[in-house]
């Protein structure tokens, strides 16, 4: 496993906590600032501070139910019907190669 060394600093201590304050401030300014093109239902604009939480909720909304679970039960109710469909559609054709595949005379 190769070893890691941290290189000495170019900066000034004074200049790498200005940098960093720098950073911090980028980074606020990211993180409060309207994303383009993406509005809520009322049309007001959204920033990543108020996107996140929303996402996460949305998420949780449908993993753990919320107003999504019926939709989610139609669609594993549909998934189920579809897989149980192929089986039969499988089990038919076997029964006509079967049948085809008998003599026809004695």
Do not use: H
Not at 40 to 63: C, E, H, I, N, T
């Amino acid at each position: 496993m190769p070893v890691l060394t941290v290189a000495p600093t170019v900066f000034t201590p004074g200049q790498e906590t200005r940098l960093r304050e720098i950073v911090r401030e980028e980074i606020q300014a990211w993180y409060t600032t309207s994303l383009p093109g993406l509005t809520d239902r009322d049309g007001k604009p959204y920033s990543p501070r108020l996107a996140f939480p929303r996402g996460v909720w949305a998420y949780d909304q449908a993993r753990e139910g919320g107003f999504n679970e019926k939709r989610l039960d139609v669609l594993e109710a549909a998934e189920v019907a579809d897989a149980a469909g192929d089986a039969a559609e499988a089990a038919e054709q076997d029964q006509i190669v079967s049948a085809l595949q008998k003599p026809i005379l004695p």
